[in-house]
């Protein structure tokens, strides 16, 4: 089989680099249209899928793709006609056609897009109906209309223009009834939002107060220092609204749910808050004003008005009968009534604090928009068919506009908290949860950009300049990748990215999305919105709802294990396959591999893409892996044959090394590293069907995978050491070693601490006593400042290296000098190499600067070892 350019090599670094640049991209890029969580890279999307659809060829070949690559893979390039046009060529040069491609697990569309943009026929799938949804408007509508499929010639083409005309057309009939519930103040000054907090009744029986549950008491505090400052009468909370305040704004009424009462300074326990709110005693208060005046710069605060109160209880006035109008209409209660799901604590908390239903997340007012905007939204598909449009046409516009509407719901509900340092809300989902908010702001939807079409036009103008694959416009299905509707054989490759366990809830995530999209669109989409929420059956991410966390890995592994071999189903023989995983452990992206295995698919290569920077990474206390690994994975065409594990084994010592030569050049260090070797080793085991040892016994994956793992940990102390000392190095040195170059001076997860120390034979669990501490799912490597010197047994090189930097740091220079000469290592040379490898692989910290202090006097000490050794020798 001819080997993919991706077989062979990859410029890691710089994609990695374009794909951790690309995050602080919003403008244009397509998480602007629709939130979709866990988005991969369009760089490193585009870069591999490239690299695995072209071949290698000669040398010369190879450098110049090598090379191009860094170039196809700028933000700046995506729509860039030449390298567009070249990288389709190489791809249509190699297959002779448009290569066809799937993506079983599409999300919100990065990987389809990119083949797509690669001139392949696309193919793309999600079991949830928002992710299919997002893709149709990233994928499927864009081509179908975009004007000559040339893009490039033709200006603004005509769906840019209609989702436009009739973004602005929703706009303005949607204005036209909510203005008056948004009142400018007599000075022309207009609220941009309006700064609320729930209440509960202090539990003290002795104060009455009615507590403002506020997290912190700033308004602003990046140039302008705007705070609330408590004003207390009795019982009563006031408040005034000062610049500059003299006292911590920074701490509010409440943390981590515990209330504490500012006027008699009682708490409320984080269970007491929950059921307080369960039993229906919580309330709601208007604390503030954000106001912007037409002639002023800036964001100015006051604190609300009788009026502020009286409009917003006729927007809920207004809101009931308009919601019994809609309710005749939509044959459907206008504001979701669908129940949020308890189960799902973790990531949606929100029935804990007795907000049962989805639209239990929205103030009568945001409410209120939310359904005229909505109206609106059906109103313009009426009126575009009442105008003529095509069905289908119009169907599309009307989707679009749908996509704004998310905007709203994520920008404007009452759980968006108010970020002082910005003055404006942030969104709900911020992280891959949806918690509860106690204090947040409600935004005038009038204002600012929210719900205007621009929000989404110039993403719209980025897809629809994509050129036309001639003959095919892509196809997204709703299914399930554990049973993929698609013939055997029938794929080039598929490129795709699949859930990773319980990292993220997709289905509970988006119901909060879906709930309103179905009031908008449901009857458009009939196939899309039959459930009443997301489904959730055949999802594959581990819940623990219902079973334990074992089960649940079970269940997901089950089902990745299906996926992989309908993954291998419907390839043809000899496609090529990338399957991305964001590995948290070591172990989990294991039970990937043999799960690939066993689907019959050969895994040919591996690339760890660093969507992070590596500053950022290092600044956190915790060391997991966080690079996302790309397998590269074949259907083989032939039969393989069997192997002998004598044979294999030093088959994988050759090529391995080749392997892990060009990932160190690639600057992949750390966890990352000892996880691509693995993959590197994939490479020479799937070219077997099975291996035996010469006595005919199989040998397993899990044998085959410690020999890879000692392999790449024995190139790897080599390199640190920069030379051949390593095999003067006992096992517990090498991991010391090794530990510190994967992981710092931080904690490890267990498994990952495990796999590295076994493949230096050594068992954690007996190395107790020594440097190792185990606590729960963690391992510490202690440094010599966190061990006790009188503790220390100067056998081990670390040991003896431990207590040398104590005695340095304490100006014992003598005890020093008689630890390294008791113990002979102050005269070899490899004990100063691994202080030195050591003060490479860690961030500033004590064990640092005390080992740049003893290898600093390294010569003096070698000399003075030497002689002590020496006389001692004399009769
Ligand atoms: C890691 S995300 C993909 C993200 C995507 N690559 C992107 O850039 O947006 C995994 C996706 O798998 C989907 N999913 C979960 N279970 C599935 C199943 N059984 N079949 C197909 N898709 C599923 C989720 O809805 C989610 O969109």
Known sequence: MKKALIEKTFPLRDVS???????????????????????????????????????????????????????????????????????????????????????????????????????????????????????????????????????????????????????????????????????????????????????????????????????????????????????????????????????????????????????????????????????????????????????????????????????????????????????????????????????????????????????????????????????????????????????????????????????????????????????????????????????????????????????????????????????????????????????????????????????????????????????????LYPELFLTSLTPKADEMVAYTHEKSKAEANQQFEDMIRKSFQEIHRVLKPGGIANIVYAHKTAAGWETVINALLESGLTVTASWPINTEMRARLMAQKSAALRSSIYIVARKPDEEKGTGFYEEVKAELKEKLHEKLESFWMEGVSGPDFFISAIGGGLEVIGGYDSILTYSGEKVTASRLLEDIRSLAADFAIKQILENGFADELSPLTRFYLFYRWNFGNNKADFDDARLLASSLGIDLQNEKDGFIRISGSKVTVLGPDERKPDKIKPKDLIDVLHLACIHWSRGETGRMESVLTESGYGSMDSFYRVAQALIESLPDCSEKKWLEGLTLNREELMRKTAETERQQKLP
């Open 17 to 523: 680099e374009e794909s951790a640049r690309e995050k602080n991209i919003k403008s244009g890029h397509i998480s602007t249209l629709h939130i979709w969580w866990a988005r991969r890279p369009l760089a490193s999307s585009r870069a591999t899928i490239y690299a695995s659809l072209v071949g290698a060829g000669d040398e010369l070949e190879e450098i110049k793709r090598r090379e191009f690559i860094k170039k196809l893979c700028k933000w700046e390039n995506t729509n860039d006609l030449n390298t567009i046009s070249r990288a389709r060529k190489d791809i249509l040069h190699e297959h002779g056609h448009p290569p066809r491609v799937l993506d079983p697990f599409g999300g919100g569309g990065s990987i389809p897009l990119e083949a797509l943009r690669l001139g392949c026929e696309t193919h793309s799938m999600d079991y949830n109906p928002v992710a299919v949804l997002i893709q149709k408007c990233t994928l499927e509508y864009p081509q179908k209309y975009a004007g000559s499929g040339t893009g490039w010639s033709e200006g603004e083409n005509r769906l840019v223009r209609d989702v436009k005309r009739w973004g602005e057309w929703v706009f303005r009939e949607a204005a036209g009834e909510l203005r008056r519930f948004y009142p400018a103040d007599d000075d022309g000054s207009v609220p941009v939002a309006y700064i609320w907090a729930r209440t509960l009744p202090c539990q003290n029986p002795s104060c009455a107060a009615e507590i403002p549950l506020m997290r912190r008491f700033w308004l602003a505090n990046k140039r302008n220092k705007i705070a609330l400052k408590t004003v207390i009468e009795g019982d009563r909370i006031d408040f005034e609204i000062v610049k500059d305040p003299d006292f911590d704004p920074g701490k509010g009424t409440i943390s981590r749910a515990i209330v504490t009462c500012p006027v008699c300074g009682s708490t409320i326990k984080a269970d007491d808050t929950r059921r307080l709110f369960q039993e229906g005693k919580s309330g709601e208060r208007l604390i503030a004003v954000v106001t912007s005046h037409p002639d002023r710069r800036g964001k100015e605060y006051r604190l609300p008005t009788e009026d502020d109160m009286k409009i917003f209880l006729e927007a809920e006035k207004h809101l009931e009968k308009k919601r019994e109008k809609l309710m005749d209409e939509w044959l459907i209660d206008p504001i979701p009534d669908e129940p949020i799901p308890p189960e799902n604590r973790r990531s949606v908390n929100l029935p804990g604090y007795g907000m049962l239903k989805w639209g239990d997340l929205f103030n009568p007012r945001q409410k209120l928009s939310l359904i005229t905007f909505i109206e609106m939204i059906r109103n313009a598909y009426e009126e575009m068919i009442r105008e003529g449009y095509d069905e289908e046409y119009a169907k599309i516009i009307t989707t679009y506009l749908a996509m704004i509407l998310g905007k709203l719901a994520d920008w404007n509900s009452a759980l968006c908290y108010w970020r002082p340092d910005q003055e404006r809300n942030a969104d709900v989902f911020s992280r891959n949860a949806i918690p509860m908010v106690f204090d947040y702001g409600e935004r005038n939807p009038l204002m600012g950009k929210l719900m205007r079409p621009e929000t989404i036009s110039k993403v719209l103008d980025n897809l629809s300049m994509i050129p036309e694959v001639k003959g095919h416009t892509p196809n997204v299905v709703k299914a399930s990748a554990t049973s993929i509707p698609y013939p055997d054989n029938y794929f080039d490759g598929i490129f795709t990215d699949p859930p990773y366990y319980d990292n993220v809830p997709y289905s509970y995530l988006s119901d909060y999305f879906y709930v309103w999209l179905k009031r908008a669109l449901g009857d």
